[in-house]
Nanobody
Framework: QVQLVESGGGLVQAGGSLRLSCTVS?????????????LGWYRQAPGKQREMVASINTNHEETYADSVKGRFTISRDNAQYTVYLQMTNLKPEDTAVYLC???????WGQGTQVTISS
């Protein structure tokens, strides 16, 4: 059993920044093998399909959606069982619920709302 808890969402003006955090907890399995798990941030806007925003693998190699390249940075702290998403130069089209995930385990957080005003 695993819990992923996101935080850091909010309402900011276009051009602003936010930093999202997602901390994983649960059975010992996740604590022992967290450092071997690929992690991802996804987002879902009203009326749109969920899309991958950024991912980071066990070698700290990062992948980004084209729409956020150069603006968002994903990172992880294995000692804290946490994955981060630093978002800069935010745009109204970034408005969505942001969810973190361990895709290989089909484990998802509840999401945190990010709203960007123009």
């Amino acid at each position: 059993q695993v819990q992923l808890v996101e935080s850091g969402g909010g309402l900011v003006q276009a051009g602003g920044s936010l930093r999202l955090s997602c901390t994983v907890s649960g059975s010992d399995f996740y604590f022992i093998f967290f450092h071997l798990m690929d992690l991802g941030w996804y987002r879902q806007a009203p009326g749109k399909q969920r899309e991958m925003v950024a991912s980071i693998n066990t070698n700290h190699e990062e992948t980004y959606a084209d729409s956020v390249k150069g603006r968002f940075t994903i990172s992880r702290d294995n000692a804290q069982y946490t994955v981060y998403l630093q978002m800069t130069n935010l745009k109204p089209e970034d408005t969505a619920v942001y969810l973190c995930a361990i895709p290989a385990r089909d484990a998802w957080g509840q999401g945190t709302q990010v709203t960007i005003s123009s």
